[in-house]
């Protein structure tokens, strides 16, 4: 009988000879499990571990997973009437937890040097009958890849990711501190912040840079630089250009990578862009972006003129971004706690705004004549975004800004005083703006943004439950 990977044609010729050599792979190294993950609509890895055997087999049948997973909020409550006829989705295959099907994609395979004998995966999501699962992020980024070479053009992004760790002090493990959420661990500072770039600071936190640099260098991860960033317990890795998929996928390993190698350290490594600490500073994922000609390989940014930062077609792709940033926000920053980093002269933006070369304005161009990094730098993103729906708004923006040849205007050379959109300030105001742009939803699918933003929804109805400590203290003795 055929296999549900067979039976739909869900791998290429190319795919099935990578499976081959996983499966190689997993025998000459003597693996004894291998980790299918997918990205869930969060950005977090779920998914199943088997053991080496039952991987092999699972690379032709795929691996069945609840479909609850997939209407969680960030708490990880399922938000969706799933046991009703429908499940709360308005198609089939969703109601009364039914099982949908994980197939990996064997070029994301890797041994995973922390972990004994472990092979790693990530996976495509699809429905019972062989279909792609309108909920698969990746897919969704997939499918804005494939717009953009239909134009002839790859896409081309190196990533910039700031990020804190932190000694773990306690677990909080007594059975009152089970919860959804539960108690967040007690944590202390690896370094007190505010010395930027020192060399004294970098050599104060060596043992935990070489846990970071060793772990993924293995992962054989384009790993450039490891900073010491301005707040207290707060860092910054870069890493090479990757193309198509791979720096979303690059993303999802990194911060799953580096939360599990930090723990077993007995520290605590948060991707949450504004940690609840003293003299804290926010976290941006900073998404350094261009395109390839696919038939030269020539970064297609690289302007002809003197006197210019982008060539013609970058300046639309501009264009194209300037024009979706406040819809595209969602997208980039998810959370509550996202919105708190948005504010003017704070190296965060605050409106959907360009210059050359200023890390106040949303995007930061960089380049020139002759200059083959000419690229575009959205600073928009925290680094707990979805890195499939980032990027995938990003390329859904550019192409518009391309198909309809939108001019982005001039360089805004003071961004915190430029007459340009203002950027949404909370989550709410960031859902408005995207289900306005009916481009965007078209793109993304109507069903999708509905259904993301019902989940977002959700934890924002939960966070408005919440007396804040704020209150107590504005309010609880003055009336």
């Given at each position: 009988?055929?296999?549900?990977?067979?039976?739909?044609?869900?791998?290429?010729?190319?795919?099935?000879?990578?499976?081959?050599?996983?499966?190689?792979?997993?025998?000459?190294?003597?693996?004894?499990?291998?980790?299918?993950?997918?990205?869930?609509?969060?950005?977090?890895?779920?998914?199943?571990?088997?053991?080496?055997?039952?991987?092999?087999?699972?690379?032709?049948?795929?691996?069945?997973?609840?479909?609850?997973?997939?209407?969680?909020?960030?708490?990880?409550?399922?938000?969706?009437?799933?046991?009703?006829?429908?499940?709360?989705?308005?198609?089939?295959?969703?109601?009364?937890?039914?099982?949908?099907?994980?197939?990996?994609?064997?070029?994301?395979?890797?041994?995973?040097?922390?972990?004994?004998?472990?092979?790693?995966?990530?996976?495509?999501?699809?429905?019972?009958?062989?279909?792609?699962?309108?909920?698969?992020?990746?897919?969704?980024?997939?499918?804005?890849?494939?717009?953009?070479?239909?134009?002839?053009?790859e896409f081309v992004a190196g990533l910039e990711v700031e990020f804190h760790v932190f000694k773990r002090e306690a677990d909080n493990m007594a059975l009152v501190d089970s919860g959804?959420?539960?108690?967040?661990?007690?944590?202390?500072?690896?370094?007190?912040?505010?010395?930027?770039?020192?060399?004294?600071?970098?050599?104060?936190?060596?043992?935990?840079?070489?846990?970071?640099?060793?772990?993924?260098?293995?992962?054989?991860?384009?790993?450039?630089?490891?900073?010491?960033?301005?707040?207290?317990?707060?860092?910054?890795?870069?890493?090479?250009?990757?193309?198509?998929?791979?720096?979303?996928?690059?993303?999802?390993?990194?911060?799953?990578?580096?939360?599990?190698?930090?723990?077993?350290?007995?520290?605590?490594?948060?991707?949450?862009?504004?940690?609840?600490?003293?003299?804290?500073?926010?976290?941006?994922?900073h998404l350094h972006q261009s395109l390839r000609e696919k038939t030269t390989g020539l970064n297609a940014f690289v302007p002809s003129a003197e006197g210019h930062s982008l060539s013609e077609l970058g300046l639309h792709y501009l264009g194209g971004l300037l024009k979706h940033g406040a819809a595209s926000t969602l997208l980039?920053?998810?959370?509550?706690?996202?919105?708190?980093?948005?504010?003017?002269?704070?190296?965060?933006?605050?409106?959907?705004?360009?210059?050359?070369?200023?890390?106040?304005?949303?995007?930061?161009?960089?380049?020139?004549?002759?200059?083959?990094?000419?690229?575009?730098?959205?600073?928009?993103?925290?680094?707990?975004?979805?890195?499939?729906?980032?990027?995938?708004?990003?390329?859904?923006?550019?192409?518009?800004?391309?198909?309809?040849?939108?001019?982005?205007?001039?360089?805004?050379?003071?961004?915190?005083?430029?007459?340009?959109?203002?950027?949404?300030?909370?989550?709410?105001?960031?859902?408005?703006?995207?289900?306005?742009?009916?481009?965007?939803?078209?793109?993304?699918?109507?069903?999708?943004?509905?259904?993301?933003?019902?989940?977002?929804?959700?934890?924002?109805?939960?966070?408005?439950?919440?007396?804040?400590?704020?209150?107590?203290?504005?309010?609880?003795?003055?009336?």
């Open positions: 009988m055929a296999s549900f990977v067979e039976r739909f044609g869900l791998l290429t010729a190319e795919q099935d000879r990578q499976a081959q050599e996983v499966i190689d792979r997993i025998r000459a190294e003597q693996l004894e499990l291998v980790r299918f993950a997918f990205a869930d609509q969060h950005g977090i890895l779920r998914g199943k571990t088997l053991v080496a055997e039952e991987a092999i087999s699972a690379l032709r049948s795929g691996v069945n997973m609840t479909s609850t997973l997939l209407a969680k909020d960030t708490s990880h409550k399922t938000v969706f009437p799933v046991f009703s006829a429908s499940g709360g989705f308005d198609f089939d295959g969703m109601q009364g937890g039914a099982d949908f099907t994980m197939v990996a994609d064997p070029a994301t395979f890797h041994i995973l040097p922390w972990a004994h004998k472990t092979g790693w995966l990530l996976c495509d999501t699809y429905l019972s009958n062989g279909q792609p699962s309108p909920l698969g992020t990746r897919q969704i980024l997939q499918r804005a890849v494939q717009d953009l070479s239909g134009l002839g053009y959804q959420p539960g108690i967040a661990p007690d944590v202390s500072l690896l370094s007190h912040g505010y010395q930027y770039l020192t060399e004294e600071r970098y050599d104060g936190v060596d043992s935990t840079m070489e846990l970071l640099r060793s772990t993924l260098t293995a992962l054989g991860m384009p790993l450039r630089s490891l900073e010491v960033e301005m707040g207290p317990s707060q860092f910054e890795l870069t890493f090479g250009p990757t193309v198509g998929v791979m720096p979303a996928d690059l993303m999802m390993l990194l911060r799953s990578a580096i939360k599990q190698v930090c723990a077993r350290a007995g520290l605590h490594a948060t991707f949450m862009c504004r940690p609840r600490i003293p003299n804290v500073c926010s976290s941006g994922w980039a920053s998810p959370t509550v706690n996202g919105y708190r980093r948005f504010r003017s002269h704070s190296l965060a933006p605050d409106r959907a705004a360009w210059a050359k070369d200023n890390r106040g304005a949303m995007l930061r161009v960089l380049g020139g004549v002759g200059d083959n990094g000419s690229r575009v730098e959205n600073r928009l993103g925290e680094p707990t975004a979805n890195p499939y729906l980032y990027l995938a708004s990003q390329i859904f923006s550019g192409l518009d800004g391309i198909r309809n040849r939108i001019d982005p205007g001039a360089s805004a050379d003071v961004p915190y005083e430029t007459d340009a959109e203002k950027l949404p300030r909370s989550l709410q105001d960031a859902m408005n703006r995207l289900q306005a742009d009916r481009y965007l939803c078209e793109c993304l699918g109507e069903r999708f943004v509905n259904y993301y933003c019902h989940i977002k929804n959700a934890e924002l109805e939960r966070f408005n439950l919440e007396v804040s400590e704020w209150e107590h203290r504005e309010y609880f003795n003055l009336f």
